[in-house]
């Protein structure tokens, strides 16, 4: 698990919704037991990595949801959104001066 990415993640209770920077993701699910602790879509064994890959190798929406079934279009807009919010929360080193 990257700290970075889920040291602003809240989880209370039974609530599983993730939170990065103040938004909170309603179909973002983080589970320690589950897929190694990876943000994944809905409680589902299908991480977040995994559909944000495939819109980078251009597959449509409609082809991602022919490979992963379970998926919703909203499921596939909110990893990338969720996806989004975890780069702007990394910290990048400043180039030192030559």
Same mark, same amino acid.
């Given at each position: 698990? *990257?700290?970075? +990415? ?6 209370t ?6 939170? +990065?920077?103040?938004?909170?993701? #309603? ?7 589950k897929?190694?602790?990876? !943000? ?12 944000? $890959? ?5 597959? *449509? !929406? =409609? =082809?991602?949801? $022919?490979?992963? !079934?379970? +998926? #919703?279009?909203?499921d ?9 919010? $975890?780069?702007? =929360?990394?910290? +990048?080193?400043?180039?030192? !001066?030559?």
């Amino acid at each position: 698990m *990257t700290r970075s +990415l889920h040291a602003a993640s809240q989880v209370t209770g039974e609530d599983r919704r993730r939170t +990065l920077r103040g938004v909170t993701f #309603e179909r973002i699910t983080l589970e320690a037991g589950k897929m190694g602790g990876q !943000p994944c879509i809905r409680g589902m064994r299908i991480p977040v990595t995994t559909v944000v $890959a495939m819109v980078a190798d251009g597959m *449509t !929406p =409609e =082809e991602i949801r $022919a490979d992963l !079934p379970d +998926l #919703e279009l909203e499921d596939i807009a909110e990893a990338l959104r969720y996806a989004a919010e $975890a780069l702007r =929360e990394r910290q +990048l080193p400043l180039r030192q !001066p030559a």
